[in-house]
């Protein structure tokens, strides 16, 4: 069983950083495979980003680009989510999630993902 764990979420000015962890149980984290998705009121959960097991192949959905930054401590068992120039339409509940065979060519598919922490909210303000 991987149990997944999100924190660092909370308000910020539009313009400003957040930056989220998600934290994974499971002795092989080292070769899973971490998304994240976020999911705003009346919406579609969202693609955000993902990392390989090494760390070394990254994805980002468009509107992220460039200012978002996906990257992992395999030691620490832990992704990270440095969110830069943060705007108001970042606002949502963010999830990660793993696939723990690796990343796959869907990716940026939820239904890829087989274990999924409860969330955490980031809200921006203008």
């Known amino acids: 069983q991987v149990q997944l764990s999100e924190s660092g979420g909370g308000l910020v000015q539009a313009g400003g950083s957040l930056r989220l962890s998600c934290a994974a149980s499971?002795?092989?984290?080292?070769?899973?495979?971490i998304g994240w998705f976020r999911q705003a009121p009346g919406k579609e959960r969202e693609f955000v980003t993902a990392?390989?097991?090494?760390?070394?192949?990254?994805f980002y959905g468009e509107s992220v680009k460039g200012r978002f930054t996906i990257y992992r401590d395999n030691a620490k068992n832990t992704v990270y989510l440095q969110m830069n120039s943060v705007k108001p339409e970042d606002t949502a509940v963010y999830y990660c999630?793993?696939?723990?065979?690796?990343?796959?060519?869907?990716?940026?598919?939820?239904?890829?993902?087989?274990?999924w922490g409860q969330g955490t909210q980031v809200t921006v303000s203008s």
């Open positions: 499971g002795r092989t984290f080292s070769s899973y495979g």
């Open positions: 990392i390989n097991w090494s760390g070394d192949r990254t």
């Open positions: 999630a793993a696939v723990l065979s690796g990343l796959g060519a869907r990716y940026y598919y939820p239904t890829e993902y087989e274990y």
